[in-house]
């Protein structure tokens, strides 16, 4: 079954820190997968996919099959990046969304 | 830029009633989503839909609900008697083609006393 798995509900980092937010899918098959953030009082929007290869507000992600990840990473962490993060993955035409991460960013 | 909307944002409605959520997609979008997100739980797919077709719906998408595109613009879900569990936050999507990024809606919060 398909699936994808965040560990963590809540991150807290340091302003300034490195940040990592883990998820680790379940498919078989080729996976087609994404970062969707939600700010506060915002709708969910795609923050990156895995197709691309992009860095969006300095966030990457690197599709790690070996291990079935797909970790978001920025080196360093800014006050806007609090948000709540789901990775998420494409099947035919459904998303399958993780529970997500909430991401604190202190001061 | 244009954005998914949905109407309304908060409804709040008796066990056993109908309830209607409206969704206005992106203009030349052609296939219509929608999703839901039972507080402190993962969003999950419920349906979507393609020329005037259901293309795919998940187990929780039973004969209680329903979607239709009445007209040019809107694109519906219908739940035909409320249960209190189908409280949850129900987000419409929309995307150009199915490959394509799918746009959310900003939600609307159904609340079933």
């Known amino acids: 079954a398909q699936r994808v798995t965040q560990p963590e509900k809540l991150l807290s980092v340091f302003k300034g820190a490195p940040v990592e937010l883990k998820c680790n899918y379940s498919?078989?098959?080729?996976?087609?997968l994404f970062w969707y953030v939600q700010y506060s009082r915002q709708r969910l929007q795609l923050l990156l996919r895995?197709?691309s290869r992009e860095s969006i507000k300095g966030f990457t992600a690197d599709l790690n099959k070996g291990e079935t990840s797909f970790h978001l990473k920025k080196p360093f962490a800014q006050e806007e990046d609090s948000a709540m993060y789901y990775c998420?993955?494409?099947?035919?035409?459904?998303?399958?969304f993780g529970k997500g991460t909430r991401l604190h960013i202190l001061p | 830029e244009p954005e998914v909307t949905q109407t309304p944002s908060h409804q709040v409605t008796q066990m056993g009633q109908e309830v209607i959520l409206r969704c206005v997609p992106i203009?030349?979008?052609?296939?219509f989503y929608w999703y839901r997100q039972i507080l402190g739980q993962k969003v999950e797919f419920l349906v979507s839909?393609?020329?005037?077709?259901?293309?795919?719906k998940s187990e929780i998408f039973d004969d209680q609900f329903s979607v239709e595109r009445p007209d040019g613009s809107n694109f519906t879900l219908k739940i035909r008697s409320t249960k209190l569990e189908d409280s949850a936050m129900y987000f419409c999507?929309?995307?150009?083609?199915?490959?394509?990024?799918?746009?959310f809606g900003p939600g609307t919060r159904l609340t079933v006393t």
């Open positions: 999507a929309s995307s150009r083609q199915v490959t394509y990024e799918q746009y």
């Open positions: 498919y078989s098959g080729s996976p087609e």
């Open positions: 895995h197709i």
């Open positions: 998420a993955l494409k099947r035919d035409d459904k998303i399958i």
């Open positions: 203009s030349n979008h052609l296939y």
């Open positions: 839909f393609y020329n005037n077709e259901i293309s795919e």
